[in-house]
């Protein structure tokens, strides 16, 4: 398993496009205060999409709109006119040469697209089996959750916590990923440094398997950093004590 944690990175999820663009336009001006003032007003102007439902989120085929042809003519495998942003010894995720972002199983020798890589960043990216998991980060802010099946390109994308109020500002800690599928991760929201007056934070460890998407645990006194998963068992701190469910 390889884990990238550099960058903060992207997909379109729990804040509709209008949303998003004013977010982006607010953060390329420069000042944190002139972030907090402008994207405050603009999330009470143009109301966000329903986040506290616990479900994934986004077709599975979303991101590849317009581009399966394009992605098919590019090479999987590390070249001159490629970026590495992750890779194991079966599989990559990179930037091609026409600028966009793709990910790739060496045994199928197919690259998907993910995302144009202008704006996108790609953190903590982790590998299992067929899959790949990763934060997608937008202009230094945490998006969602993605999780790609590179067999065939399906690609999901998840919620990255409880929305407070209406909160654009979210944050991962730690993310799992198992070699069948299954994924967890600790997210926080409403964190200080971008949004107006922050209750929080909120922090929620989340998990999606086989059983679907399930919220478990929530409190200020999780560690963000502490999501642990051995032999399909995951594990975190919440204050002074230590927690254990099993990924199925």
């Not at 697209?113 to 997608?136: C, K, N, W």
């Not at 200080?192 to 059983?211: K, N």
């Not at 998407?213 to 502490?226: A, T, W």
């Not at 068992?233 to 230590?242: F, Y």
């Amino acid at each position: 398993m390889t884990i990238l944690g550099a960058s903060w990175p992207p997909l379109r999820t729990y804040v509709d496009e209008p949303t998003r663009r004013i977010v982006s336009q607010c953060r390329a001006r420069g000042t944190r205060s002139a972030i907090v003032a402008a994207c405050a007003a603009a999330a009470v102007l143009v109301p966000p999409l329903s986040l506290a439902d616990p479900s994934p989120t986004g077709s599975p085929h979303a991101a590849q709109q317009g581009q399966p042809a394009r992605a098919a003519r590019i090479p999987c495998r590390p070249s001159a006119d490629s970026t590495t942003i992750a890779q194991n010894h079966s599989a990559r995720v990179f930037t091609s040469a026409d600028g966009n972002d793709y990910a790739c199983l060496y045994s199928v020798g197919r690259a998907f697209y993910l995302s144009g890589a202008e704006h996108y960043d790609y953190r903590l990216v982790h590998f299992s089996g067929p899959y790949v998991a990763y934060v997608q980060n937008i202009e230094a802010s945490d998006d969602n959750i993605g999780e790609m099946d590179l067999r065939t390109g399906r690609l999901r994308t998840f919620v990255i916590a409880t929305p407070i109020e209406n909160s654009v500002c979210f944050g991962v800690g730690s993310l799992a990923l198992k070699a069948d599928g299954a994924i967890a991760w600790i997210g926080t929201n409403f964190l200080g440094f971008a949004c107006i007056s922050p209750p929080g934070p909120e922090i929620e460890v989340r998990r999606h398997d086989r059983r679907g998407l399930r919220i478990l645990g929530s409190g200020s006194k999780i560690v963000p950093g502490s999501l642990h998963l051995l032999k399909g068992v995951l594990s975190w701190t919440d204050g002074a004590a230590k927690r254990r469910s099993t990924l199925y």
